[in-house]
Antibody, heavy 123, light 114 residues
Framework: QLQLQESGPGLVKPSETLSLTCTVSGGSISSTSYYWGWVRQPPGKGLEWIGTIYYSGSTNYNPSLKSRVTISVDTSKNQFSLELSSVTAADTAVYYC???????????????WGQGTLVTVSS | DIVMTQSPDSLAVSLGERATISCKSSQSLLYSSNNKNYLAWYQQKPGQPPKLLINWASTRESGVPDRFSGSGSGTDFTLTISSLQAEDVAIYYCQQYYNTPPYTFGQGTKLEIK
């Protein structure tokens, strides 16, 4: 059974960089069939896609966040990571990592999700 | 960006009754070359991640009860729960994956028991 688990600091100071890692177990991040993404959800609000990566390192970002986002992959550790720079209180959210469903395309919904991790931006 | 608009924002339905949620997109999600609608529905319960219920507008994911069904094409879509169960209390989101970046979600519909 595929599992995704987010990890990283739960508290980040304003203007600093938020860094999270998603560890994939029960499947290989190097599979050619899947893309991997990050989605966030501010407390009590809706879902916002952040970005997506393929095992090759190819990325696709939300234009609203593109200038601040970097997503990378480490196939040796079966992990992918998110960095969001210059954070403000508006970046406070639950951050989810997720897998796009199969078909070797990122034109797919998210079929597996991590449990999410709350990141609070505060001094 | 494609804007996804759900209605209503909240809905209260009696147990055993039908629940219907609408999702409208600002442009067509129907890809003519494969005749598929790039629309998904998710269910999110408190403290949990979203769960994919339906993709391609009407294809139920494995293990999803058949009381859940999706319909529609182009810009107008519907999620129907034919007979509401207590465990269906959740927030439901639609999502388009036709045009990226970015993928976009509806604002969510909160479903409660009347």
């Amino acid at each position: 059974q595929l599992q995704l688990q987010e990890s990283g600091p739960g508290l980040v100071k304003p203007s600093e960089t938020l860094s999270l890692t998603c560890t994939v177990s029960g499947g290989s991040i190097s599979s050619t069939s899947y893309y991997w993404g990050w989605v966030r959800q501010p407390p009590g609000k809706g879902l916002e896609w952040i970005g997506t990566i393929y095992y090759s390192g190819s990325t696709n970002y939300n234009p609203s966040l593109k200038s601040r986002v970097t997503i990378s992959v480490d196939t040796s550790k079966n992990q992918f990571s998110l960095e969001l720079s210059s954070v403000t209180a508006a970046d406070t959210a639950v951050y989810y990592c997720a897998r796009h469903s199969g078909g070797a395309s990122y034109y797919r919904p998210f079929d597996y999700w991590g449990q999410g991790t709350l990141v609070t931006v505060s001094s | 960006d494609i804007v996804m608009t759900q209605s209503p924002d909240s809905l209260a339905v009696s147990l055993g009754e039908r629940a219907t949620i609408s999702c409208k997109s600002s442009q067509s999600l129907l890809y003519s070359s494969n005749n598929k609608n790039y629309l998904a529905w998710y269910q999110q319960k408190p403290g949990q991640p979203p769960k994919l219920l339906i993709n391609w507008a009407s294809t139920r994911e494995s293990g999803v009860p058949d009381r859940f069904s999706g319909s529609g094409s182009g810009t107008d879509f519907t999620l129907t729960i034919s007979s509401l169960q207590a465990e269906d209390v959740a927030i439901y989101y639609c999502q388009q994956y036709y045009n990226t970046p970015p993928y976009t979600f509806g604002q969510g519909t909160k479903l409660e028991i009347k």
